[in-house]
T-cell receptor, first 120, second 113 residues
């Protein structure tokens, strides 16, 4: 079974440019999450999709970040325009809905390898 | 103040040693505690998952949670060079959003042969 796939693995852009990161979750996982780790800091939650709906986007830093999950499958995270402080590793994770909510899964998060973003 | 504090290390030990990794936290609402292992250039991988206080053992790994002290630990017995990685603690509460995890910064562990 394929894991969570993220693309690109590394992107280098200049300040002011636009970057779009893509995440393909594990097939059948309704829950999709974006997390981010900036250098020297902890991994922080950005947002959570349930299928195509945004369940929680309280961690999104500002309106330069736009996440979408059309059709409830893959997700994209666009940063426009990028700033220096956006540099970091963006992780995507997916999970089944846990059994205690009648979803049949354990709720464990499976993470992708991350997309490293460098803004110069 | 960070919600979760974790010593970044690195922690260097010889093969076969017992390793102790720890995190402290400030939010008393946290009830679910996890340890993730992250190899270089890879994503975090769930190692242990504990609800509330107590101990949980899985092979060479033991997770302990002391909610009264807001302190969690991961013990690794008979450490192996393949255990060399960054270990991240993570936690969440019932009312902090499903799977909205709060992470520590991670402790880098180096196990030498």
């Amino acid at each position: 079974e394929a894991g969570v796939t993220q693309f690109p693995s590394h992107s280098v852009i200049e300040k002011g440019q636009t970057v779009t990161l893509r995440c393909d979750p594990i097939s059948g996982h309704d829950n999709l999450y974006w997390y981010r780790r900036v250098m020297g800091k902890e991994i922080k939650f950005l947002l959570h999709f349930v299928k195509e709906s945004k369940q929680d986007e309280s961690g999104m830093p500002n309106n330069r970040f736009l996440a979408e999950r059309t059709g409830g499958t893959y997700s994209t995270l666009k940063v426009q325009p990028a700033e220096l402080e956006d540099s970091g590793v963006y992780f995507c994770a997916s999970s089944q809905t846990p059994h205690w909510t009648s979803g049949g899964g354990t709720g464990e998060l499976f993470f992708g390898e991350g997309s490293r973003l460098t803004v110069l | 103040q960070k919600e979760v504090e974790q010593d970044p290390g690195p922690l260097s030990v010889p093969e076969g040693a017992i390793v102790s990794l720890n995190c402290t936290y400030s939010n008393s609402a946290f009830q679910y505690f996890m340890w993730y292992r992250q190899y270089s250039r890879k994503g975090p991988e769930l190692l242990m998952y504990t609800y509330s206080s107590g101990n949980k053992e899985d092979g060479r790994f033991t997770a302990q949670v002391d909610k009264s002290s807001k302190y969690i630990s991961l013990f690794i017995r008979d450490s192996q060079p393949s255990d060399s990685a960054t270990y991240l603690c993570a936690m969440r509460g019932m009312n902090t959003g499903f799977q909205k995890l709060v992470f520590g910064t991670g402790t880098r562990l180096l196990v030498s042969p």
